[in-house]
């Protein structure tokens, strides 16, 4: 049995794009963990967050992840949600027992990428665009000493497809 491979990273860095890329190229099953976690709770996050806040959010957000990742049957790509490998037990799974990868994007990219969003309720409509970079680059700064644990660190200032090269020179021993 293969190792499951990890995307993490800030909102933004391209995890689902580039996951989805990935698992075609190497024939694995991809999951978005946000979707499962929509599917499961009939909801949108948005909703989740609305509704019963963010703390029932990481609560649902910790036990579907752990059933994706104790499923041994396949060996998916996986694109994590941005604050799910802040969680220590999700964390140490990852790392012991998947090829964890960061996307680490700047804070201009995820700027541009999210500012038409508001899908995502840490950076949400409330915000107005100017403090929404200041709010990107205080989360990322708190998270890359997490981030930065991961087993590899990809730069995604570049198309999917050329971060998916950089993603399978690092991990082409390891599948
Ligand atoms: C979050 C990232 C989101 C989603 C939720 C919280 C975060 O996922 O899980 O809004 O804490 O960074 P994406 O990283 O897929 O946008």
């Not at 995307?7 to 860095?13: C, F, H, P």
């Not at 019963?52 to 990481?58: A, I, T, W």
């Not at 140490?92 to 508001?118: F, G, M, P």
Request: aromatic share 6%; net charge positive.
């Amino acid at each position: 049995m293969k190792k499951k491979i990890v995307l993490i990273g800030m909102m933004g860095s391209g995890k689902t794009t580039v996951g989805k890329i990935l698992s075609k190229i190497l024939k694995l099953n991809f999951i978005d963990t946000d979707i499962q976690i929509e599917k499961k709770c009939g909801i949108k996050i948005k909703k989740i967050f609305e509704k019963y806040g963010e703390h029932y959010f990481r609560r649902k957000e910790e036990k579907i992840i752990l059933d994706i990742l104790l499923n041994k049957k396949k060996t998916d790509v996986i694109a994590l949600g941005g604050g799910a490998f802040l969680n220590k037990k999700l964390r140490k799974i990852i790392l012991k027992e998947t090829i964890s990868v960061w996307l680490d994007a700047s804070t201009d990219l995820i700027y541009k990428r999210c500012k038409k969003s508001n899908e995502r309720p840490l950076l949400n409509e409330k915000n107005n665009n100017k403090n929404l970079r200041k709010i990107i680059k205080d989360l990322s700064k708190e998270r890359k000493p997490i981030y930065s644990k991961a087993k590899f660190v990809v730069k995604t200032n570049e198309k999917p497809l050329k971060v998916c090269d950089k993603i399978l020179n690092c991990i082409k021993n390891l599948v």
